[in-house]
């Protein structure tokens, strides 16, 4: 039932203005308009056209059609009494045509704005209801690209809470083993043990501070997209011609705030735990020749992706990068079987699948089934098996060189011209 009134209701509007039929006439093909809207088409188009199929017509051929103009009457009045009951609830916005002052019942499409009957002509314009119905599924998409934009700030706002719970963590958890280490240590090292631990709260701070001031910011932007997002949600809601009068603005608000950049993590954001770690068992072991043993563990732990971690394999990079200068460092590798020693860029990728080579930003040497290579894939033939391998870096004549410290033979030089920031690289695999 609701759709045959639907369909009766859409045959009671007059083509040219749009309205509902007044003195409704027919021509020979059957198509119907208000009379004065149809004798105004015919003056300003200098022919006798039909307005919907452009058949040729004649003024002889027009009858009026009173089964019309009684059902067009009798929906006059079942929406004047319905507009009326309208009035009651809310005010209408009435907007009129300056020129004219008709009620516009169209809209231009190329100048986005809404025109009269009588101002019409000329202009690439559609229905109302067409417009309407079109520009706001176009809303509809604004909307949904701000609430995918909310989500991602939502996703952000998630990672650095878990950034600020692991860093937590870490410093509950750093700060034990580095009591444990110096508790083997003598008296004397007590003041190196409390400048460590002053230095990993420091870091903590700081680093604490950042990611709140990172997270403040996440926040506003949240609070914006949510705003814009209710404004646009109300601007749905509007009917038509309210609709329209705020759509240029909603969308212009929406598109701006849709073409702001994604968040991104900044780097750095968790403690250096290598540069304490680190720092400190190279301090014991120089200062005590108390060894200090790390190992891989069978166990994969739940840790942020930042974006210095490494998730594919097990490297571990220096905590002190270089950009200058010459620099030189051991590492025992004794008689492990895998191993992997040399000097990696500060951007190579640490997050996908990647080989240990010069194109991918690593110069190493390499030890695995009983030979040594170098990154390119050839073989290196030593008379002695090294027990530890000294690397020297120096960085403005673009030389990596590998030698054997007990004798000083040299194994390998790279020659490359370094622009970036790189940093001590060894892995062990088992």
């Given at each position: ?58 003024k002889d051929y027009l009858h009026e059609n009173f089964t019309l ?23 209408e916005v009435e907007v009129v045509c300056r020129e004219h002052k008709?009620?516009?019942k169209w809209f231009c499409k190329d100048e986005k704005i809404v ?316």
């Open positions: 039932m609701a759709e045959k009134i639907a369909v009766t209701e859409s045959n009671l509007y007059c083509h040219v203005c749009a309205e509902t039929f007044r003195d409704p006439v027919s021509l020979s093909c059957n198509h119907s308009f208000c009379s004065s809207c149809l004798k105004q088409f015919w003056e300003q188009t200098k022919n006798k056209n039909c307005p919907i199929c452009k058949r040729k017509a004649s103009k009684e059902l067009a009457d009798s929906f006059a009045g079942r929406q004047k009494a319905a507009s009326s009951e309208t009035e009651k609830g809310e005010e008709e009620e516009p025109v009269c009957h009588v101002c019409h002509h000329g202009h690439k314009v559609v229905p109302i209801e067409e417009a309407v119905s079109e520009l706001k599924e176009k809303l509809k998409s604004d909307l949904k690209s701000l609430q995918d934009k909310r989500k991602k700030y939502e996703d952000a706002e998630k990672t650095y809470k878990d950034v600020v719970e692991h860093s937590k963590k870490q410093l509950v958890d750093t700060e034990r083993q580095i009591r444990a280490e110096f508790n083997k240590l003598h008296q004397f090292l007590k003041e190196e043990e409390e400048a460590r631990l002053a230095a990993l709260r420091e870091e903590e701070e700081h680093k604490r501070k950042t990611v709140t001031r990172e997270m403040k910011m996440i926040e506003e932007k949240i609070s914006s997209l949510s705003d814009s997002i209710s404004a646009v949600e109300k601007d749905l809601q509007k009917h038509n011609v309210p609709f329209l009068s705020s759509y240029k603005s909603s969308q212009s608000s929406a598109r701006a705030q849709c073409s702001q950049p994604d968040p991104q993590l900044v780097s750095g954001a968790l403690i250096d735990v290598a540069k304490h770690l680190g720092n400190l068992s190279f301090r014991v072991w120089e200062k005590m020749r108390v060894k200090v043993n790390v190992r891989h563990g069978d166990a994969t732990q739940q840790l942020p992706d930042n974006p210095e971690r490494n998730t594919n394999y097990t490297t571990i990079l220096g905590s002190e990068g270089f950009s200058s200068g010459k620099r030189m460092w051991e590492v025992e590798v004794g008689d492990h079987p895998h191993w992997t020693v040399g000097l990696a860029k500060e951007t190579a990728n640490r997050k996908g699948r990647r080989s240990a080579t010069p194109e991918n930003g690593i110069w190493c040497l390499w030890h695995g089934s009983g030979k040594y290579t170098n990154g390119f894939g050839e073989t290196i033939n030593l008379m002695t098996i090294p027990q530890r391998i000294r690397v020297q870096l120096d960085y403005d004549r673009g030389q990596l060189s590998f030698y054997d410290p007990e004798d000083m033979t040299l194994i390998y030089t790279y020659r490359e011209r370094f622009t970036k920031k790189v940093y001590p690289f060894s892995k062990i695999q088992h």
